[in-house]
């Protein structure tokens, strides 16, 4: 059976959590394929909130075998928290799995994150400080812990006695730091975390290319998104990690060849954390409105999210990188209140006209957006189950976003609870 694959197509918080759930109910099986703990996935189930960042979103179904892959970088710590958390509100985790080749956070990528951000001044990039980018590049350097080191202490004291010669020397002739303690990391991961972890950790690979065999139906979700991706994001305003449709298939370990369905997640406006471009950034009242009612804080760190108009001209691209074969707009409900609302068809770059991103990222940091204006819809949608129950103002914006983009909006978030989607037959 083919997998799916949810993807975020601006720079992150789409709503990815909220579609990954709803379409979990046909799955037997949900992936998490990059990122860390970086990531926010909210999902409301009733009167429950539910804010995951390394449990993929699948869990909340007591049928799903939930899978941390091997594109993932795990804090075992955050990952234990988070599992007691779901617990203590009756979702059974059983049946969570965690790649034995997903990398280990440890506590000197965490310390490291922190310093270089604080030293870049200025010029940071915006990290969330949990230690992500630098247990990716350990892992590019090849002197990275996997998971599947816990089983054996022998190899993990090993390995963590060679990393920690270069990482003291960094931190304390470098950064005038204190010099991490091996022996406490050693107590706290062996004795504490590995028994914990250990019945949670297989062979992913193959457990999911056997499911494929069986016709199981697979879904793949990643954190972060398009814009956010190491290679093809606002770089260096980007995460660590390959966020993008190809990226889930490095993470999970499965080819090409047995994905068939690629959704994307937008915004029906656009919100960043953190530094970099913004073509259609609103510093104004109506950016603070979007902020105010779309509750635009960041899930994990609380930090207020930048806001702007729908930009047409990131998503064609989202389109070209992730093959996107259909969309999900979410939070349409958060423009309820608005007069008129905007899509940007297209970036002025020196009095000239495009409706392609630029390659250059000075022309970026400097384009003007193009608009097209619609009239709002000035009544509350949140209670709308069928796309066709959706005022006209509210059906001529979403179809002029598949008509920009040449592909179908399958799916409509009018208000954050699970069952607030409309779904449009095709």
């Excluded at 068939?260 to 609103?282: C, D, M, N």
Aim: with cysteine.
């Amino acid at each position: 059976m083919p997998a799916t694959i949810v993807v975020g197509t601006q720079w992150g918080d789409e709503g990815k959590g909220k579609i990954t759930d709803l379409l979990a109910g046909e799955m037997d099986i949900v992936v998490r394929y990059q990122g860390g703990h970086n990531a926010g996935h909210t999902i409301v189930v009733d009167d429950q909130t539910f804010a995951l960042q390394l449990v993929p979103s699948g869990i909340l179904y007591s049928h799903i075998t939930a899978v941390i892959g091997n594109g993932v970088v795990v804090e075992p710590s955050v990952l234990l928290d988070e599992i007691s958390m779901l617990e203590s509100k009756g979702i059974d985790t059983s049946k969570l799995k965690i790649s034995s080749n997903a990398h280990l956070i440890l506590p000197y990528h965490l310390e490291i994150d922190r310093i270089t951000e604080r030293y870049l001044g200025k010029n940071k990039l915006g990290t969330t400080k949990r230690g992500i980018g630098p247990s990716y590049a350990d892992k590019a350097a090849r002197i990275g812990i996997r998971v599947q080191d816990l089983l054996d202490p022998k190899i993990f004291k090993t390995k963590l006695e060679a990393v920690a010669k270069e990482k003291n020397t960094i931190l304390t002739r470098v950064y005038n730091q204190l010099p991490i303690d091996t022996e406490e990391i050693l107590d706290k991961f062996l004795n504490e975390y590995a028994p914990k972890i250990a019945p949670m950790i297989c062979d992913s690979v193959d457990f999911l290319h056997n499911s494929l065999s069986e016709n199981k139906n697979i879904l793949l979700e990643g954190a972060q998104a398009t814009f956010l991706d190491l290679d093809h994001g606002t770089y260096p305003y980007v995460t660590s990690s390959n966020p993008t449709a190809g990226g889930a298939c490095v993470g999970s370990g499965i080819g090409p060849m047995h994905i068939s369905r690629v959704i994307g997640i937008a915004k029906s406006y656009v919100t960043r954390v953190g530094s970099g471009p913004f073509p259609t950034e609103l510093e104004d009242e109506l950016g603070d409105l979007l902020v105010q009612k779309g509750h635009e804080y960041g899930t994990n760190t609380g930090r207020k999210r930048r806001t702007g108009w729908l930009d047409a001209v990131m998503l064609k691209h989202a389109i070209r990188l992730n093959s996107l074969s259909e969309l999900a707009v979410t939070k349409l409900d958060v423009l309820d209140d608005f007069e008129t609302v905007k899509i940007c068809v297209g970036y002025e770059i020196d009095g000239k006209t495009t409706d392609k991103m630029p390659y250059h990222q000075s022309d970026l940091h400097h384009v003007k957006a193009v608009y097209e204006e619609f009239d709002g819809w000035n009544t509350s949608i949140s209670k709308v189950e069928d796309y066709n129950d959706l005022p006209d103002q509210a059906k001529v914006y979403i179809n002029r976003i598949s008509e920009i983009l040449s592909v179908p909006v399958n799916f409509v978030g009018v208000g954050p609870k699970r069952n607030q989607v409309a779904v449009i037959a095709n």
